[in-house]
């Protein structure tokens, strides 16, 4: 098959999403180009600069694909007018809440009408979180295709051996609202180890950090589902994270992992606290974490599924 993917980054988030995808397609003997558009790099003006750039560009471009695939709603104006036999739209987590969580009230009343109007676009609508899946057929009567993110175990069998530090916690991911960094700076000082913050480095550099570390902390006010849980599985390392999104499709509480409620400091600091405390809980949630990734969010698991889904659409 021939893919056009389009994202606005190949790296973090869906945009790393679809950096691996495009990469196991390929390694599986499809064709897949990967539309390359700048934006504007200023907060308010990114998404409605690449949408703009995304679709003189889908216009301008008179390759044919079989598959059209836009990852994140900005993308699909782009996807709207590329060639294809068929157009898939992924978007994770619900795009109008997450810019209602950190635009005002007339960038998310554009950014929900917009929405409505984009996902008409695809002939087919994806995911990779069923709390998304539910909340888009709810509110807007929209039926996407359940559809999981996975780890490339490869490149992190590469990560270099590292020395563990002991009671190391780390944040991984944008310094944002959303993402509840202010949260874990809040209740730093009663905490009974070391946070370091990853908010801007390369992802190998993140995953020795990641790899060095007793616990990962996602203290988040919204997510889909993050791939830093995942990468921190497959390291073993425990990881304690709020009820939000589709985190709980990931962990199992005290099993798999800790979850705890979102915006309940209280118990964030306890929880954290308690696991650096006892070794023996740690090394068994960080082998629960492990077998599920294993089990269910390596590449050997899921490319079958997007491989049928594309088939299966183009045969439509």
């Not at 897949?32 to 003189?56: D, E, Y």
């Not at 921190?232 to 985190?247: C, E, L, Q, R």
């Not at 079958?304 to 088939?311: A, G, H, L």
């Amino acid at each position: 098959m021939k893919f056009l993917f389009i994202s606005p980054r190949y790296s973090g988030g869906i945009g790393g999403h679809a950096e691996m995808l495009a990469n196991q397609l390929e390694n599986a003997g499809h064709s897949v180009t990967k539309m390359q558009t700048p934006h504007i790099p200023i907060k308010n003006l990114k998404n409605p600069s690449f949408a703009m750039l995304g679709t003189i560009k889908g216009i301008l471009n008179r390759e044919n694909y079989d598959i059209v695939h836009a990852f994140n709603i900005p993308s699909a104006f782009a996807m709207r007018y590329a060639k294809g036999k068929k157009k898939v739209l992924s978007v994770h987590g619900i795009f109008s809440e997450q810019v209602n969580s950190i635009h005002s009230k007339t960038v998310s009343s554009i950014a929900a009408n917009t929405e409505s109007k984009v996902l008409k676009w695809a002939d087919k609508l994806t995911t990779d979180s069923k709390i998304t899946q539910k909340i888009y057929k709810e509110k807007l009567g929209f039926d996407f295709n359940y559809l999981p993110s996975a780890i490339d175990t490869n490149k992190l069998d590469n990560i270099e051996n590292v020395t563990k530090l002991e009671k190391q916690i780390i944040y991984l991911g944008r310094n944002s609202y959303e993402k509840g960094f202010d949260i874990l700076k809040k209740i730093e000082s009663e905490l009974n180890g070391n946070i370091i913050y990853c908010t801007d480095l390369l992802w190998k550099d993140a995953m020795i950090e990641l790899k060095k570390s007793s616990l990962l902390v996602v203290p988040s006010r919204m997510e889909s589902l993050p791939t830093n849980i995942k990468e921190a599985f497959y390291f073993k390392i425990p990881v304690i994270a709020t009820d939000v999104g589709g985190i709980p499709e990931l962990i199992t509480n005290n099993y798999s992992g800790i979850l705890v409620p979102s915006g309940n400091n209280a118990k964030l600091v306890t929880a954290i606290n308690d696991i650096l405390s006892d070794s023996e809980r740690s090394i068994s949630i960080g082998n629960a974490g492990y077998n599920f990734i294993i089990n269910n969010l390596t590449w050997k698991k899921v490319l079958p599924k997007y491989i049928d889904f594309y088939t299966n659409l183009l045969n439509s």
